[in-house]
């Protein structure tokens, strides 16, 4: 495809509104774990009900690994609450519970592994 002045200009407007659309895109999401009736949402991962029990929200699935009655323990451990008054349960959809983490790294380091592999 040969860059003529019209693709030049159509490649810098597409960039362009990408670069500004990133820029204003929402960096902040709220919590959309609701509370019921004598409950409190501390975070988006704890809610404590006025009678002392903890719900704690858990956005991993559960396919073994134990992370659900991990983390119960760990919230349990932390709040100095009774185990018997802890529970989990999943967390609802939202950006408040995305793995942002999981793929950094991944574009930049990228490269070096398939350049390894070329090798």
């Known amino acids: 495809m040969a860059v003529t002045r019209r693709n030049l200009l159509i490649a810098a407007g597409v960039g362009g509104g990408l670069a500004i659309g990133w820029a204003v895109w929402p960096r902040r999401h709220g919590i959309n774990w609701t509370a019921g009736e004598g409950e409190h949402v501390i975070n988006a991962f704890i809610k404590i009900g006025v009678d002392g029990r903890v719900t704690v929200a858990v956005p991993q699935a559960e396919m073994g690994q ?3 009655s991990a983390l119960a323990q760990i919230a349990a451990d932390e709040l100095g609450a009774d185990w018997n008054a802890v529970g ?6 939202g950006a408040a519970y995305a793995n942002h983490g999981m793929m950094d790294g991944t574009v930049a380091g990228m490269p070096a592994v398939v350049r390894g592999i070329a090798a």
């Not at 989990?88 to 959809?93: G, I, M, S």
């Open 66 to 68: 134990g992370i659900w």
């Open 88 to 93: 989990v349960e999943p967390a609802p959809l």
